[in-house]
């Protein structure tokens, strides 16, 4: 694919998240920071929901109760998607700027958080209709989290073990879709995640923190067809146990429920 329409987000002071389609797709720490990544898998052809969230906490349900919040220095947080030129990836300077969205407080003004930012936007780009979109919507019910809970546990014994059918039969909506989002054979996208995989597990870096129904928070997305699986600090549910470093590698799934079986689709 010689185009890659990408998202840039920056935040100073708070924390954000950047949400597509009611999916969260970046987030900004409690500090701020940057990111950066492609979101052809978000993007919908004509009208999207681009929203940027302010502080959001855990939840995003309408009726979440917005709490006043001082700012103690000058925040802000903003939002571009760009589509770059050929072999430019990289460059903001010469990107076409598609979108773009900011909202800023000065030190010692008062905000209600978390601030939720809808923006509706017309991207001249052409997708599928992709599957997420058609599937039944999902009943937040003790019993769906346990299903979800125990479907996690399974995908993380096999992968602490090296086995990691289960994970891509489970994924597999979701590479079809990578496959088709950015113009990649089916095949070498498989291949790459397959790759990681491995890689992590010869190098005794794949010690799975295994999921527990207590520890599980199942936040809805995707206008509650999808649910995110996270653990009580927001951080997502698949991941291995902290290196030397401190640092993990984490799995951020986004599971559909179809005919009583779990799909990772995102």
Same mark, same amino acid.
């Given at each position: 694919?010689?185009?890659?329409?990408?998202?840039?987000?920056?935040? #100073?002071?708070? *924390?954000?998240?950047?949400?597509?389609?009611?999916?969260?797709?970046?987030?900004?720490? #409690?500090?701020?920071?940057?990111? #950066?990544?492609?979101?052809?898998?978000?993007?919908?052809?004509?009208?999207?929901?681009?929203?940027?969230?302010?502080?959001?906490?855990?939840?995003?349900?309408?009726?979440?109760?917005?709490?006043?919040?001082?700012?103690?220095?000058?925040?802000?947080?903003?939002?571009?998607?760009?589509?770059?030129?050929?072999?430019?990836?990289?460059?903001?300077?010469? /990107?076409?700027?598609?979108?773009?969205?900011?909202?800023?407080?000065?030190?010692?003004?008062?905000?209600?958080? !978390?601030?939720?930012?809808?923006?509706?936007? %017309? =991207?001249?780009?052409?997708?599928?209709?992709?599957?997420?979109?058609?599937? !039944?919507?999902?009943?937040? *019910?003790?019993?769906?989290?346990?299903?979800?809970?125990?479907?996690?546990?399974?995908? /993380?014994?096999? %992968?602490?073990?090296?086995?990691?059918?289960? =994970?891509?039969?489970?994924?597999?909506?979701?590479?079809?879709?990578?496959?088709?989002?950015?113009?990649?054979?089916?095949?070498?996208?498989?291949?790459?995640?397959? *790759?990681?995989?491995?890689?992590?597990?010869?190098?005794? /870096?794949?010690?799975?923190?295994?999921?527990?129904?207590?520890? =599980?928070?199942?936040?809805?997305?995707?206008?509650?067809?999808?649910?995110?699986?996270?653990? /009580?600090?927001? #951080?997502?549910?698949?991941?291995?146990?902290?290196?030397?470093?401190? *640092?993990?590698?984490?799995? !951020?799934?986004?599971?559909?429920?179809?005919?009583?079986?779990?799909?990772?689709?995102?």
């Amino acid at each position: 694919m010689e185009r890659v329409l990408m998202l840039r987000g920056r935040a #100073s002071g708070c *924390s954000a998240e950047v949400r597509i389609n009611d999916i969260l797709v970046a987030a900004m720490g #409690s500090n701020g920071g940057d990111v #950066s990544l492609p979101i052809h898998e978000y993007i919908l052809a004509g009208e999207n929901t681009v929203t940027l969230v302010i502080d959001p906490g855990l939840s995003h349900d309408a009726g979440t109760a917005a709490t006043p919040t001082l700012a103690a220095t000058e925040v802000y947080a903003h939002v571009r998607l760009l589509l770059p030129r050929v072999g430019e990836l990289c460059s903001q300077e010469t /990107a076409r700027t598609l979108f773009e969205f900011g909202w800023a407080a000065n030190e010692g003004d008062v905000y209600q958080a !978390p601030l939720v930012h809808p923006n509706q936007v %017309m =991207l001249p780009i052409k997708f599928p209709r992709w599957r997420w979109m058609d599937v !039944p919507t999902i009943d937040y *019910s003790d019993q769906t989290k346990a299903k979800v809970a125990a479907f996690l546990q399974r995908i /993380a014994v096999a %992968m602490a073990q090296g086995e990691f059918e289960p =994970l891509i039969t489970a994924s597999q909506l979701r590479l079809e879709e990578l496959a088709v989002a950015y113009q990649q054979p089916l095949d070498a996208v498989t291949s790459r995640f397959v *790759s990681r995989l491995k890689l992590l597990h010869a190098t005794k /870096a794949l010690k799975m923190t295994i999921p527990t129904l207590s520890d =599980l928070v199942l936040r809805p997305c995707a206008n509650r067809r999808l649910v995110e699986c996270l653990t /009580a600090d927001g #951080s997502p549910m698949l991941k291995t146990l902290p290196a030397a470093d401190g *640092s993990r590698t984490v799995w !951020p799934v986004r599971i559909a429920i179809v005919n009583g079986q779990c799909h990772i689709v995102r």
